[in-house]
């Protein structure tokens, strides 16, 4: 893998439990583990079901959209159970795809959450559809477009300042500081 | 200087000319001049005259306050012609203080602007005040707090990636990233 190669981290801001409406989503895109090149961002509906569309236009609309080959996503949805289509978001945008999570996820949990909100098959079935969770380099990956070698070379080169990839870290520094900043509420 | 040395970079994001109210502004704040640690943000009123006391509450209420030793500011003005107090704003945050700008401002061209604005005399003064411009390092700089061998110092432990300053290159990154993306514009 080149050194210089260009990833995208992806996280939504905090947002109230029991709150309606768009959350803030960024993407701090990398070249490398440290050179910090470029952010953008959309919003997402919470528990909503347009985070695909979200992100497939904020990435093609995008003038990195050429350059990059990783996105990294903190979880397989956004902005609550917004739930990310893996497939379609690897087949309309081209790039790879990393789900980090720091831990398994605990699926009855999650299920039990689910069951909650509109529409809880489809989500389920999305939920399931996203595959497979290995454990890489210390934490837990779902992947689309790669396989686990290609995963494990990907986060030695960005994971440089935590045990997460820095561009998920600084995307989800950068979102909370949006949010609160915003709200007025201490960062 | 120590190498791990924080600094926080401030920009504001972009604006159409002819738009009324308020204005983002985001604070980058880096460990030395690769580490990304954390973003603030706040916003000023366009053309307004509270940008001191939106940065000076911005620095205060966060955590960072305690590990802070220098804020570089892109120019003396946030959102158009809103310009900070830079020995308020050294004063009541206890940083100091850079002010960077690429090249020699055009004094004459900036009056002409003023002139414009309300309550032009009071913001010319302002101005005028931030005091005498430093060449230092290849850039322009004001200074508070800081002498022109300490400015130097800064600018080549923070120059890392481009001829500004990382924090500031951050911000300006970051808040144009956003306000992009909100207004649905190519990024």
């Known amino acids: 893998m080149k050194e210089g190669v260009r990833s995208i981290g992806i996280d939504d801001g905090p947002f109230a439990r029991d709150s309606k409406g768009d959350v803030l989503v960024v993407g701090a895109v990398f070249k490398g583990g440290t050179w910090f090149d470029g952010l953008l961002s959309t919003k997402v509906r919470k528990d909503g079901w347009n985070a695909t569309d979200r992100l497939v236009s904020m990435l093609c609309a995008s003038k990195f959209i050429r350059q990059l080959h990783y996105v990294i996503l903190d979880g397989i949805a956004l902005g609550g159970f917004n739930v990310v289509d893996l497939d379609r978001l690897n087949k309309e945008t081209g790039l790879k795809i990393m789900v980090s999570m720091r831990k398994m996820p605990d699926m009855r949990a ?30 837990f990956c779902q992947l689309r477009g790669m396989d686990e070698n290609e995963a494990l070379e990907l986060l030695k080169l960005t994971t440089t300042r935590s045990n997460l990839p820095e561009p998920l870290r600084a995307a989800h520094l950068i979102a909370g500081g949006l949010v609160r900043g915003q709200s007025g509420k201490r960062a």
Chains 1, 2 share one sequence.
């Open 110 to 139: 999650v299920k039990k959450a689910v069951m909650n909100l509109s529409r809880w098959k489809s989500r389920w079935k999305m939920i399931l559809s996203a595959g497979r969770i290995y454990p890489v380099g210390g934490i």
